[in-house]
């Protein structure tokens, strides 16, 4: 029941924060998100991890988008649930993309909405953190067959903070190799007992808490937050990182590691703030 399960992941032994960076969507500041060439650079680029999003099409393939829709990140229009992977892959999921919002370079590139079997296979080394976004059992059970064929166990970050509590829980209970994160629920009960010092109560699923920078409004990685987590042997994972100034103030508090849309960017900061405070002082 623990991070060190996810086998060899570049950075988890390191106690320096922010050891860990994770590609959201890939290399999604410079690639269109959620393909494989946005994987691939997030890779090259020194990520210890790949995040995606896996949604359940119509025909019960578990395909890697982040919306609902094709709409925003394809030529396509409609709900993934109702579109066979046939379909899917015919649109071109580069289409949109745009770093200076005039041109679409990765237009007619062939890029296509890949499945989540394409993933493990064009990256068979790689740690993936995989989030479902579907409320759907199906879903679930086709994520554990994927990675108990491809013998992923140790190198999958399942994510379950997007889908209902319930759920969540049922996966934990098919497979006890699988690595999850905590629920929504459960996190937010943990951030309750922390800012009332009572973390001791809470029970920890795993060792991984991934968690928002914010609700809302509302501050979630605060000091209080990462010191109770790293007091129950939680590596604290905050999502989703772009700035240097945010990042200064979690390398200060001594997070273990962040989700960004570029990890070129976010290990060329990090790597300034080891200097900065090679003291120590940070941690
Ligand atoms: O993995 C955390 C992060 O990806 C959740 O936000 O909306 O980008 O999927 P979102
Ligand atoms: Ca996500």
Redesign the pocket.
Known sequence: MSWQRLKNLPGGSNPQPLSVV?G??GLAARFPENTLVSFAAALQAGASMI?L?LRMSADGQAVVI?DATVDRTTNGTGLIKSINLKDLQKLDAGYHFSTDGKTSPFRSCGLTVPTLQQVFEAFPQAHI?V?L?DDSAALIAEVYRLVKQFGRFDRTLI?V??IKSKLGKSLRKLDERLITGHTTSEMVLFGTLSRMRLSALWRRRSLIL?V?VKRGRLPVVTGSFVKAAHRRGLMV?A??VNEAKELERLYKLGVDGV?TDDVAAAKTIIEQLRRRYSDGAAR
Do not use: C, G, N, V
């Open positions: 994770i959201h969507r995040e999003d982040h953190a989030e976004k994510q903070f997007s991934d928002p994972l999502w989703t989700y």
